[in-house]
């Protein structure tokens, strides 16, 4: 097995907006339709998925257009229940998820994601527009501007997940394997007694094995890249990030890892060199 070294701390996210960039074209307030108009009341009409398209920053008087890179992103996943998950994809690459509650104030027509309260510019079935006052810096010049910022949201398949979503879960390690004449063959010398690891929506995960009377338990905070499929994780007190194997979902509720070096989890020490794989399989609990 490998030494599975999930480092893991709490991230302070983006847990509401995502930073308006430099680079700016033009904008108005109006819909499609010229009209601006919002399906009352909010709070039974803004539970959804939901992704940023494009922002906005006042400068003279005129919205200035600030699109999302490529690469970078932000959803919010406002439920019923009260909750909201946030997920913001940085330039890296690298999906942080942060977790919330969320309400409405239908009187004043705002609405507060976590920590974070923003007006409902604009609200129909598919799209809508929220608002606030905050601080801009560009990137270019340092530049520094109090104003107001906007952001256009489009309405998404709540059930299409990105794998950083995916990875939400408590997963139970079951089997280690080597390749051995380009055949994956079971190697299970070092098999824990019990393992698991926990990626949790709000950000924060937990890595768990016993190993005869060796118990290791490490918790923290945790990111994932979409398109490198590794996980980047920091311990608790401990501000550097590791960055680990890549990862393989061969189902929604079945991962791997592949890695070269096979530790024996009652020492930590490394055993053997090689092509190995853990298998780790969705909790029902």
Same mark, same amino acid.
């Given at each position: 097995?490998?030494?599975?070294?999930?480092?893991?701390?709490?991230?302070?996210?983006? #847990?509401?907006?995502?930073?308006?960039?430099?680079?700016?074209?033009?904008?108005?307030?109006?819909?499609?339709?010229?009209?601006?108009? *919002?399906?009352?009341? *909010?709070?039974?009409? *803004?539970t959804g998925k939901w992704? *940023?398209?494009?922002? +906005? #920053?006042?400068?003279?008087?005129?919205? %200035?257009?600030?699109?999302?890179?490529?690469?970078?992103g932000q959803t919010y996943t406002i439920r019923t229940d009260g909750t909201v998950v946030s997920t913001v994809t940085a330039a890296d690459g690298f999906t942080t998820l942060k977790a919330g509650e969320w309400k409405t104030d239908e009187e004043a027509g705002?609405?507060?994601?976590?920590?974070?309260?923003?007006? &409902?510019?604009?609200?129909?079935?598919?799209?809508?527009?929220?608002?606030h006052y905050g601080t801009l810096t560009d990137t270019e010049t340092g530049e520094t501007l109090e104003t107001d910022f906007k952001w256009r949201l489009s309405r998404m398949d709540e059930a299409v997940k990105t794998p950083a979503e995916k990875l939400v879960g408590k997963w139970v390690f079951t089997k280690t394997y080597k390749k051995e004449n380009g055949e994956w063959k079971e +190697?299970?010398?070092?098999?824990?007694?019990?393992?698991?690891?926990?990626?949790?929506?709000?950000?924060?995960?937990?890595? +768990? +094995?016993? !190993?005869?009377?060796? &118990?290791? %338990? #490490?918790?923290?905070?945790?990111?994932?890249?979409?398109?490198?499929?590794?996980?980047?994780?920091?311990?608790?007190?401990n501000e550097d990030a590791k960055v680990g194997d890549p990862i393989t979902f061969e189902d929604d509720n079945t991962y791997?890892?592949?890695? %070269?070096? !096979?530790?024996?989890?009652?020492?930590?020490?490394?055993?053997?060199?090689?092509?190995?794989?853990?298998v780790y399989v969705r909790s029902q609990e």
């Open positions: 097995m490998k030494k599975n070294s999930l480092k893991l701390k709490n991230m302070i996210g983006a #847990a509401c907006c995502l930073v308006a960039m430099a680079a700016f074209t033009g904008c108005n307030d109006k819909n499609k339709d010229g009209e601006t108009g *919002i399906l009352k009341p *909010i709070a039974e009409h *803004i992704n *940023i398209e494009t922002s +906005y #920053a006042k400068r003279d008087g005129k919205w %200035e257009e600030s699109p999302v890179p490529e690469g970078q705002t609405l507060t994601l976590a920590t974070m309260t923003v007006n &409902v510019l604009s609200l129909d079935a598919n799209s809508f527009e929220m608002g +190697y299970n010398q070092y098999k824990p007694d019990e393992a698991w690891v926990e990626y949790r929506e709000d950000g924060t995960g937990t890595n +768990y +094995y016993k !190993a005869g009377n060796n &118990v290791h %338990e #490490a918790g923290g905070g945790w990111s994932f890249n979409n398109t490198t499929m590794q996980i980047r994780a920091t311990k608790e007190g791997s890892q592949t890695y %070269e070096d !096979a530790y024996n989890p009652a020492t930590g020490e490394i055993v053997e060199s090689g092509e190995f794989k853990d």
